[in-house]
C-alpha cells in the first residue's frame, strides 16, 4: 500500500502558509520575537518565542465561533482550511464516511484554562463560561475539522507530547495500510505560549534566554513555538483516481519507548525509533540522505540524539546532511513534526536541505553533518524525520521523493 501526500497547511512564526513557512526556513529566516500576547512578560526569565506574528483572531472567525475556538484549534482549523483546499478535496457523503481526522497536541486549549484560572483564582470569580471545557479540551481541534468539512470518519487526538503529530502521522499510515480509510487529514497544533505555560518551561532550565542553536556548543535551550501543519495523506490509488498533485510519498515509520526517565532523553531509545523506520520502509542505511532532526538545542537532546544516528548509521552517518528547522520556527512541541513534515516535503521537492541556523562552534559529542546557517542543493531522494517526546516516547517517518515507477512498499 502506498500513501502519499497530496495536501499541506501551515501557520506559524514564519508566516499564514505553506508558501511563507517553506520560504522562510529555505532562507533562513529565524521567527523569535520577544514575546506580545503575555503582559506578565516582565515577570518571565525567558521573554522572546516564535510566535505567530500579528495574529488577530477576528481577521479569522466571527465572535460566535471564538466563544468556542482556543487559540490552538484556531490554528488548526487556518491550516487544515489551507490543506484541504491544497488537496482539492471535495467530501461527498461517500468520501467523509472514508475519510479520518487524526490530530495531535501536547497540551490542549492552554490559553482557555490559564484565561478561567485566572477568573477563578486571582478575581475571585464564581462561574465560568458553559463552554470552558469543550474549549480546552485536546481534541478540541480534530472535532472542529469534522465539523467544518463533514468528516465523518475516525477522528481523535493523540497527545504524546513533542511527537504528538508524528504519531498522529504514524496512526493515519496505519489506518490508510488497514483498508479502514482513504484519505487521512493528519498533523498538529499548539499555542503554549501563555504566563503558566512558560514558567513551566522555565522551571525545567531548558528555554534559552537568547536564540535556538542546534548542535552548536554554545547553544543554551529551545526557544518555545506556537502554529499548526495539517498534512493530507491519501492512497496513492485514491490520490491518482481524482488526478491529485502528489508532493511526496510516506514510506515508513517508526516507534519506541525509552521505558527510562521522563525527560532525559535515551539514544537506545530514538536509535530504535529509526531503526523501526528504516525497517518499515524497507530501507538500507546508504538509502537516506537527509534527516530533519528532532535539533531542540539542549545540552540533553543533541549529544543524544547524534549519538542515536550514529547508532544506527555507523561510518555512513558522516554522509547524511542534519539539520534542524526548530532554528526558526521554534519548537512547536505537539505540532513541531507536522511542520517538520512539511520542510522535509519542501527538502524533497526542491532538492535542498534547509538549514541548521545560529550555528556557531562546533560541539566534539555533536559530529554530524548538520547543514550550518545556509540552505544546501543536494540530491535528497529518502529524507526521515525525527521527533523525540518527554515521557521517552519517540517517533521517526520516512520520505521518499514521488516517483510513478517507485515500487510499493
Known amino acids: 500500500m502506498r500513501i502519499v501526500i497530496t495536501g499541506m497547511g501551515a501557520i506559524s512564526s514564519l508566516g499564514y502558509d505553506v508558501n511563507s513557512f517553506v520560504t522562510g526556513i529555505m532562507t533562513g529566516q529565524v521567527g523569535f520575537s520577544p514575546i506580545e500576547q503575555i503582559p506578565e512578560i516582565k515577570n518571565l526569565r525567558v521573554k522572546i518565542a516564535a510566535e505567530i506574528p500579528d495574529y ?50 501536547g497540551i490542549g486549549g492552554q490559553s482557555t484554562q490559564e484565561q478561567n484560572y485566572k477568573k477563578i483564582y486571582h478575581e475571585g470569580g464564581k462561574r465560568l463560561p458553559p463552554l470552558t471545557v469543550p474549549k480546552l479540551i485536546p481534541n478540541a481541534a480534530s472535532s472542529h475539522v469534522t465539523m467544518e468539512f463533514g468528516i465523518t470518519g475516525p477522528a481523535f487526538t493523540i497527545a504524546s507530547a513533542c511527537a504528538s503529530s508524528a504519531h498522529s502521522l504514524a496512526q493515519s499510515c496505519m489506518m490508510l495500510r488497514s483498508g479502514l480509510v482513504d484519505v ?152 513541531a513534526a507536522a511542520l517538520e513534515t512539511i520542510a522535509v516535503v519542501a527538502a524533497l521537492e526542491q532538492q535542498i536541505a534547509p538549514p541548521t541556523m545560529n550555528y556557531s562552534e562546533v560541539d566534539p559529542k555533536c559530529d554530524l553533518d548538520y547543514v550550518v546557517n545556509k540552505p544546501r542543493p543536494m540530491p535528497i531522494n529518502i529524507a526521515l524525520n525525527n521527533s523525540f517526546a518527554f515521557g521517552g516516547l519517540n517517533a521517526v517517518t520516512a520520505f521518499k521523493r514521488f516517483s510513478e515507477t517507485s515500487e510499493s512498499v
Open 56 to 105: 488577530d483572531e477576528t481577521a479569522h472567525f466571527s465572535k460566535k465561533e471564538l466563544a468556542l475556538f482556543d487559540r490552538f484549534t484556531q490554528f488548526q482549523l487556518l491550516s487544515a482550511r489551507e490543506a484541504i483546499s491544497d488537496a482539492q478535496l471535495d467530501f461527498t457523503p461517500s468520501l467523509s464516511e472514508r475519510t479520518c481526522v487524526i490530530m495531535g497536541s
Open 184 to 335: 487521512a487529514i493528519t498533523g498538529g497544533s499548539e499555542a503554549c505560549i501563555t504566563y503558566g505555560t512558560v514558567k513551566g518551561w522555565e522551571a525545567l532550565r531548558v528555554t534559552s534566554k537568547t536564540t535556538c542553536r542546534p548542535f552548536s556548543k554554545d547553544r543554551s535551550g529551545l526557544i518555545l513555538g506556537e502554529g499548526s501543519g495539517t498534512i493530507v495523506l491519501e492512497t496513492l490509488e485514491h490520490a491518482q483516481s481524482r488526478g491529485a498533485h502528489i508532493y511526496a510519498e510516506v514510506i515508513g515509520f517508526g516507534m519506541s519507548s525509552d521505558a527510562g526517565n521522563i525527560v532525559q532523553p535515551s539514544s537506545d531509545g530514538a536509535a530504535r525509533a529509526i531503526q523501526a523506520a528504516l525497517k518499515d520502509a524497507k530501507l538500507n542505511i546508504e538509502d537516506v540522505q537527509y534527516i530533519n532532526a528532532h535539533g531542540t538545542g539542549t545540552p540533553q537532546n543533541d549529544p543524544s540524539e547524534t549519538a542515536a544516528i550514529r547508532k544506527v548509521f555507523g561510518d555512513y552517518a558522516d554522509q547524511l546532511a542534519v539539520s534542524s528547522t526548530k532554528s526558526m520556527h521554534g519548537h512547536a512541541l505537539g505540532a
